[in-house]
């Protein structure tokens, strides 16, 4: 019987964050069966590492529909349940995005560094408003549509109030359809309480999950956006999951000496299911 692990990224508390399935003896599990367990388990994501350890981890990663190429919060869920095994360190994985390295520290906090991320027009954005409920009025237009990628395309949208995010209910199967056409993996909804602090909310609907309490793919994505339009900072943090009651808080840093971006936060163990 396959033996999965239940963490919850970017939290210290097991009832806040995302929660996530990690897996850390994948080997011989095929692609159907990786994804009945990914159904079963139920969460955003679930994590595999496919082959026996090396210096480099292959790790594949499953909503409960289908597979996707990254996943920030398992990437951090599956670091920390490494770490807490063989102890702090640098861990690389090998995504169908590329390579990301994680950096856990003594405390267990993980910091992913991305791949090389890359930002473009939105172009059209009026059915996705309709999709959300929302009016082009209610748009931060200094903080312009875009999708931005860091391992997965997320469409950035940001409210010009924390009402309007808060405030979220969406046509499931219409934002789908949306996303399944333009390849997105979230929306990245955002709310800017000051330049180094946002609200952010991201459905979820291509996963079968109506919305993710915390995520790292799209933290990184919107790290880049933020470079993007010439508004990065240091360090700059996101607050996700409140809306949901699963508090979650995630760490953007921009140096700018590398065009990649580092996300960090903590996980910690679910010792039942969430």
Known sequence: ???????????????????????????GLDDDTMQ?????????????????????????????????PFCGHATVATAVAIAERNGPGEIVFSTAAGLVPVMVDDDLRATLTSVEPHVEEAGDIQDV???????????????PPRIAYAGARHLVLSTATRQRLADL???????TAYMLERDLT?????WRESP??????????V????????????????????????LAQPAITLHQGDDLGRPSLITVELRPDDSRVR???NAVPITAPA
């Open 196 to 205: 180094t602090v946002f609200h952010v909310r991201d459905p979820f609907p």
């Open 207 to 230: 996963g079968g999950v109506v919305e993710d309490p915390a995520t790292g793919a799209a933290a990184a994505a919107f790290g880049a956006y933020l470079r993007e339009l010439g």
């Open 129 to 143: 408003l309709k999709l959300l409920g929302w009016s082009a009025e209610e748009l931060n237009p200094e903080l």
């Open 1 to 27: 019987m396959t033996s999965v692990l239940r963490y919850a990224a970017f939290t210290l508390d097991p009832a806040g964050g995302n929660p996530a399935g990690v897996v850390l003896d994948a080997r």
């Open 263 to 265: 996300v960090s936060g």
């Open 36 to 68: 009945a367990i990914a159904a079963d388990v139920g969460y955003s994501e679930t994590a595999f590492l496919t082959e026996e350890a090396t210096d480099v981890q292959p790790v594949r990663y499953f909503s409960p529909k289908a597979e996707v």
């Open 186 to 190: 979230t929306l990245q909804l955002v």
């Open 169 to 175: 209910e969406y046509d499931f199967d219409g934002l």
